[in-house]
């Protein structure tokens, strides 16, 4: 037999594998959120801290701007894959001759 063969099933269970790890990012983005939101205004009022704060939204932004983008990429990589399996067991199920 030539060319190659692709296991759907495979596909499919790596689909969920990085379904998963999008879930857990999002419950961690979730947490850091509410961390930030709950801390924000600990910073205290000395140089250290007033010059922290200034600089606390741009860092905060980048942070979840970069999780935004990674979640965005897990969701992208497990629909992709179960586009893929679906197209790799289409013609398996087909009766034989039509594939």
């Known amino acids: 037999m030539s060319g190659y063969h692709v296991r759907w099933e495979a596909l499919r269970r790596?689909?969920?594998v990085y379904g998963e790890c999008r879930r857990n990012a999002q419950e961690a983005r979730d947490e850091l959120l509410a961390a930030f939101d709950r801390d924000r205004n600990t910073?205290?009022?000395?140089a250290?801290?007033?010059?922290?704060a200034k600089h606390?939204?741009?860092v905060e932004q980048k942070?979840?701007?970069?999780?935004k983008e990674?979640?965005?990429?897990?969701d992208g990589v497990a629909s992709g894959l179960h586009v893929n399996a679906r197209d790799y067991e289409?013609?398996?199920?087909?009766?034989?001759?039509?594939?």
Do not use: T, V
Request: proline share 9%; net charge negative.
């Open 48 to 52: 250290y801290g007033a010059e922290l």
């Open 56 to 58: 606390l939204p741009g």
């Open 63 to 67: 942070i979840f701007d970069s999780l």
């Open 14 to 16: 790596e689909a969920k």
């Open 70 to 74: 990674y979640i965005d990429e897990l």
């Open 90 to 99: 289409r013609p398996e199920q087909l009766p034989a001759g039509r594939n």
């Open 43 to 46: 910073l205290g009022h000395d």
